[in-house]
């Protein structure tokens, strides 16, 4: 049961690795993945295929964690933003407005506890302010890769197990060479650096998951 009465029941949109909604399968919460793509974590039965958006404002959820699409909103993205220096490139700049009016579907959705997440973006988008930066070296992974969380009814995610030494998880990401840290030289497919990490997932499932019921 969640605060409110009813049973709890979770959406993670636009998931289809699993990794959120196994998380909280494996504490008897009801979770439901949600992409346009078929799952690749295993489960088709806690799969649904179809528009995340629709399903969000379906009435049928009392906690969303939302992975929306980031590829033309993030930071990481700027050297195709802006070309030439200086000079907005207006086709990326369209496809971010259009991102970002998903992201806000996903925000302002008709659910009491909401969190989305999604890398830093650009200042041109013009995202609200988050509410929280987490990092996967505060959950027990030995990398960095910077994510904000924009909260609705829920607190702060708190870290779980703290790693000193690590190193950036994308290729592109080189703040930790000024620290001394290695590099990630594996080569990492934009499915596979979108997933979410098994130990941020478990935080979230137990800290969120406990709070809500």
């Known amino acids: ?9 979770v959406l993670v949109a636009c ?3 699993q990794v959120v909604t196994k998380a909280f399968r494996k504490l008897g919460i009801e979770a439901f993945s949600c992409d346009i793509q078929e799952c690749s974590g295993g489960h088709p039965e806690w799969h649904i ?3 995340a958006v629709e399903e969000a404002y379906s009435g049928k959820y009392e906690l969303m964690i939302a992975h929306p699409p980031c590829t033309f909103m993030s930071k990481a993205g700027a050297r195709w933003m802006y070309p030439v220096a200086g000079i907005v490139s207006r086709d990326r700049y369209f496809k971010a407005i259009e991102a970002k009016d998903l992201f806000l579907k996903f925000l302002d959705a008709p659910i009491k506890y909401i969190a989305v997440e ?3 973006p650009l200042k041109i988008v013009g ?5 929280q930066v987490i990092q996967p070296y505060e959950y027990g992974h030995e990398f960095s890769k910077k994510t904000l969380l924009w909260l609705k009814g829920l607190p702060k995610l708190a870290s779980t197990e703290i790693i000193s030494e690590y190193k950036p998880y994308l290729p592109s990401n080189t ?6 840290q290695k590099y990630q030289f594996k080569s ?3 499915k596979e650096s979108s997933k979410t990490f098994i130990g941020i997932a ?3 499932a137990g800290q969120w998951g406990k709070y809500v019921k």
């Open 49 to 51: 295929k179809g528009c």
């Open 118 to 120: 999604n890398p830093v």
């Open 1 to 9: 049961m969640c605060k409110h009465g009813k049973e709890m029941k």
């Open 202 to 204: 478990e935080a979230m």
């Open 15 to 17: 998931e289809e690795s």
């Open 127 to 131: 995202l609200p302010i988050h509410s």
């Open 175 to 180: 703040g930790g060479k000024k620290r001394g």
């Open 188 to 190: 990492i497919s934009q």
